[in-house]
């Protein structure tokens, strides 16, 4: 193993840790945007169909599928 692969291994045995104790604090701040799709889409949510935290706006309503079905 290459030294960072190795580095890579150890960040995310301590992460692993701190989830384990309760002590994981997320670097990245969810957007707004991310938040109110999940309000609906993830756990909990009306339509609970999803459990993702990444940039949904990267992927969704972008191209072929501009808009938010109308709900
Ligand atoms: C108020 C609740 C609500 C919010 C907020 C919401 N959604 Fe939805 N979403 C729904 C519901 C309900 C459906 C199912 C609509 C249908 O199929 O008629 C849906 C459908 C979808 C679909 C399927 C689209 C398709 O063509 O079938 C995608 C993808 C999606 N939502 C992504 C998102 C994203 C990304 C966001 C944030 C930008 C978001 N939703 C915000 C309730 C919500
Ligand atoms: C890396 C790209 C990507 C990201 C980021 C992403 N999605 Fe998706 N999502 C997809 C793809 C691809 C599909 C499958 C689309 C299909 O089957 O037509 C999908 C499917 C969905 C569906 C189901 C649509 C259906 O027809 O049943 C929902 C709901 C959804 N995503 C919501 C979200 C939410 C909410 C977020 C943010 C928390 C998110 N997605 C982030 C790419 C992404």
């Given at each position: 193993m290459c030294l960072?692969?190795?580095a890579v291994a150890k960040q995310t045995v301590d992460l692993l840790n701190k989830q384990a104790d309760g002590a994981f604090k997320p670097t990245y701040a969810m957007s707004a945007d991310v938040k109110a799709?999940?309000?609906c889409h993830d756990q909990?949510?009306?339509i609970e169909?999803?459990?993702a935290m990444m940039d949904?706006?990267?992927c969704h309503f972008t191209g072929k599928?501009?808009?938010h079905p109308k709900i």
């Open positions: 960072a692969h190795a799709c999940r309000s909990k949510g009306t169909n999803t459990r949904c706006g990267g599928a501009p808009k």
